[in-house]
């Protein structure tokens, strides 16, 4: 009896710091899989009643609770159940929890780099598909399709036309100011009429390092040959005409700057309130920053412009942007045949359904990435964004910054620059010293 | 029934400490040796590959100069939040448990004299204990709003010019991180030291008293070192503390201006997260971890020694 006691005792210890290290281990093995709690099991075995079921990994945080409603709406005209998950940390940490733990996401809502980062070895391969037909915007990898674009989302100035007008009397054109000479025209007779500093420069190091400061890789023919030549130290960036041109615009911003005292408490809440009510006409950003404006009951009259520069390369006439945020679709053993299906359909849905259109476009407020989506864009923003991409007057994203460069040159270089703690020249080494540092990703 | 047998000795532990061992095991050490061996790889955190690379992350943590800069300034902030923690601590504690002589008439008409708290000593004792209780993040964000815009807001109203927010500085980040880490765990730490100072026997004290110490003498050499455990103590849960902190920092500061108030622990989690190198990022987690307990067992093995009893 006693003995029996005994073996129960150590085979339940054993049972028990097995199962442990199971679910902790590996998360290639299969039996882990099984061990493990795994959403996607158990999502598998509710499905078994009444179609499939899918989960949606969102990195969009604000359109979270139309997604969530979108996906009530598919349940009843489908039967397939959809369940949304939000962010709740980075992309890249929130995934590697779901891989390890064996419960992937069926479908997952991740920025560009990601997608070529993990794509080969996570993605489904979604050659075969319609809506590929109908995008300019799809990522591919060798011959294969892998990233379904969210949205179109471009980098620009935005402007409170109403605000402007009130001080000029006349109607804001913006086509009229592409050159930072009359821009700044422009800026002096807003301060001569009362608007004594007509800019915000949000410190964030996102939106100094990945968004402006990008724009002097991307605004060029080859902007691989470029930051490989900044990599081997033939080139440097202080003598580059589009640095040059881009910083002489930026300097124009950081004078006129309503927090020029303290730019680093400029943060992107503050800032676009001010735009949003008027009391500055300019702010550099992009048609995702409508979510913030909208909550600052902003007039109708706003929109988004090229960044003025004194240049003849034509890219002060055109945005900077393109498909923004992807779906794959999970690979994985993880994930069924008929889940994998299932998420094509939500995606097919998307782009051919009117009630999946009028997701993405009227509740979402997204500028669709899809020619056959002929919804017009709600907020103005997004509506600025359309008519440049209908026009094909969107220079191009780059996606593979190495992942460290915003906060590196953003959120340290850049913000010194903002605060006058360094100068041009100063900006400059840094620049160069960080790109010769740098490992450039292969692709 | 033999209690020296093996197996019930076996058995009693299993029952008692099966369940929290195996917990412990569970949740700490095997993550522990897990975490070991990905410092070996050049895994990116979701591929399926993991490479081994030998002993290449800890080269490029040892070589890694904005690692050793955030180690630098965790040092700073540690030594200086801990020093306001336990003076802060420690005063509170002595005046929440501060006794003081009252003479008063009772209803027959007597004099009497007492001993008692001051009024209100347990209201203070909660209040004190209170920032404790919200969550670092919060916390973190309700004290970036008080130096973003409450005190930016009373300053230009005061001098009806433009005066700089705190956190826009590199100094002045570090020193609101401080502010808000003083402020959250003093209150724990006051805890603590209330228990030593009532863990002290009156009689002892009294005894110095009356061979004719001033209280600041005896306070000196009779209760401060009967309290030696509880310094002990509080000072091996701020240091370990302060080391790790990573969700003040990323509430109040997120690292800015400039980088300059990212600590070490933040640095690891953009190592590991954000640029996707999570073994490096393993790699200098385990450094700070080997630091922080080098740290921390040293203050314990020296403060131990010098322990005395009543």
């Known amino acids: 009896m006693k003995n029996m006691k005994k073996v129960f005792a150590l085979g339940l210890t054993v049972a028990m710091t097995a199962s442990m290290l199971a679910g902790c281990g590996g998360s290639t093995s299969t039996e882990s899989a099984g061990t493990g709690s795994s959403a996607a099991t158990e999502s598998a075995a509710a499905a078994s009643g009444d179609g499939a079921s899918i989960t949606i990994y969102n990195s969009k945080m604000e359109i979270q609770t139309q997604l969530e409603d979108a996906a009530k709406a598919y349940k009843d005209a489908t039967g397939v159940s959809v369940e949304v998950f939000m962010q709740n940390d980075t992309v890249a940490s929130d995934l590697a929890t779901a891989y390890a733990s064996g419960s992937p996401y069926t479908i997952n809502m991740v920025d560009a780099k990601d997608i070529y980062s993990m794509a080969e070895e996570h993605a489904l391969d979604l050659s075969g598909e319609k809506w590929i037909g109908d995008t300019t915007e799809a990522i591919s990898i060798g011959d294969k399709v892998y990233g379904f674009p969210v949205c179109v989302e471009a980098r620009g100035l935005i402007y409170n036309a109403d605000a402007i007008k009130n001080i000029t009397g006349e109607d804001f054109d913006p086509t009229q100011y592409k050159t930072l000479d009359s821009f700044k025209e422009l800026i002096d007779k807003l301060k001569a009429g009362g608007m004594e500093t007509p800019t915000g420069v949000m410190m964030e190091d996102w939106s100094l390092g ?7 890789y991307e605004e060029r023919e080859d902007t691989d040959a470029f930051l490989a030549s900044l990599n081997d130290g033939s080139a440097s960036i202080a003598d580059d005409a589009k640095f040059t041109s881009l910083m002489d615009t930026f300097d124009v911003l950081k004078e006129n700057n309503y927090a020029s005292a303290d730019p680093i408490s400029a943060d992107r809440e ?11 006409a300019f702010m550099f950003g992009g048609n995702w920053d409508w979510s913030v404006l909208s909550a600052y009951e902003p007039t109708e009259n706003m929109g988004m412009m090229p960044v003025p520069q004194n240049t003849d390369d034509g890219t002060n006439e055109k945005l900077v942007g393109g498909g923004s945020k992807y779906f794959f679709i999970d690979s994985s053993d993880n994930t069924s045949a008929d ?38 864009v709600s907020d103005p923003l997004g509506a600025s964004v359309k008519s440049y991409a209908d026009s094909g007057s969107l220079v191009a994203n780059y996606n593979y910054l190495p992942d460290d460069h915003y906060s590196v040159l953003g959120g340290q270089a850049f913000q010194k620059y903002l605060a006058g703690q360094s100068d041009r020249a100063g900006f400059a080494t840094e620049i160069d010293d960080y790109w010769k540092a740098a490992t450039l990703s292969a692709h | 029934m033999d209690r020296n047998k093996m197996s019930y000795r076996v058995s009693q532990f299993l029952i008692f400490a099966g369940p929290a061992t195996l917990l412990f095991v569970g949740t700490v050490i095997v993550p522990l040796i897990y975490g070991f061996y990905l410092t070996f790889t050049s895994w990116d955190g979701v591929s399926k590959n993991k490479p081994i690379v030998g002993l290449d992350n800890y080269v490029a943590a040892f070589a890694d100069k904005i ?16 020093i306001f923690i336990n003076i802060l601590a420690f005063a509170l504690a002595y005046l929440v448990t501060m006794e003081v002589t009252v003479r008063q008439k009772d209803k027959n008409g007597k004099k009497t004299v007492m001993n008692r708290g001051i009024w209100g000593q347990n209201f203070f004792r909660a209040g004190f204990f209170v920032p404790n209780l919200i969550g670092g993040i919060v916390l973190g964000y309700v004290w970036q709003f008080v130096f973003k815009r409450a005190l930016v807001s009373l300053g230009n109203a005061i001098t009806q010019g433009n005066v700089p927010s ?24 006051m805890l603590i030291y209330v228990a030593g100072f009532m863990s002290v026997p009156e009689d002892l004290k009294e005894a110095a008293l009356i061979d004719g110490c001033t209280p600041a003498q005896a306070m000196k050499n009779v209760t401060i070192p009967l309290m030696r455990s509880s310094f002990v103590q509080c000072l091996f849960l701020s240091i370990t503390r302060c080391f790790v902190i990573y969700d003040v920092n990323l509430s109040l500061t997120d690292g800015d201006p400039f980088g300059s108030s990212v600590l070490a622990a933040m640095h690891v989690y953009n190592q590991a997260f954000t640029y996707k190198n ?18 921390g067992i040293t203050q314990v093995y020296i403060g131990k020694k010098g322990e005395v009893a009543a």
């Not at chain 2, 050793?68 to 200086?80: A, D, E, H, L």
């Not at chain 2, 999570?278 to 740290?295: D, N, P, R, T, W």
């Open chain 1, 210 to 216: 990945a968004h402006y400061l990008a724009m002097v």
């Open chain 1, 270 to 280: 503050v800032t676009e309130q001010k735009l949003a009510q008027g009391e500055i």
């Open chain 1, 339 to 376: 889940q994998q299906q299932a998420a094509k359909d939500f995606l097919n849905w998307l782009v051919y359904d009117e009630a999946g259109q009028a997701v993405l476009v009227n509740d979402c407020a997204l500028v669709p990435a899809f020619s056959n989506i002929t919804l017009d």
């Open chain 2, 67 to 82: 690692y050793w800069q955030s180690m630098g300034r965790t040092i700073f902030y540690s030594v200086f939040s801990v």
């Open chain 2, 166 to 189: 705190l956190l826009a500085t590199s100094g002045g980040a570090m020193f609101c991180l401080i502010l808000v880490s003083v402020w959250q765990y003093a209150g724990y730490m």
């Open chain 2, 278 to 295: 999570y073994g490096l990022g393993q790699a200098e987690a385990l450094i700070l971890f080997v630091v922080c307990a080098i740290i």
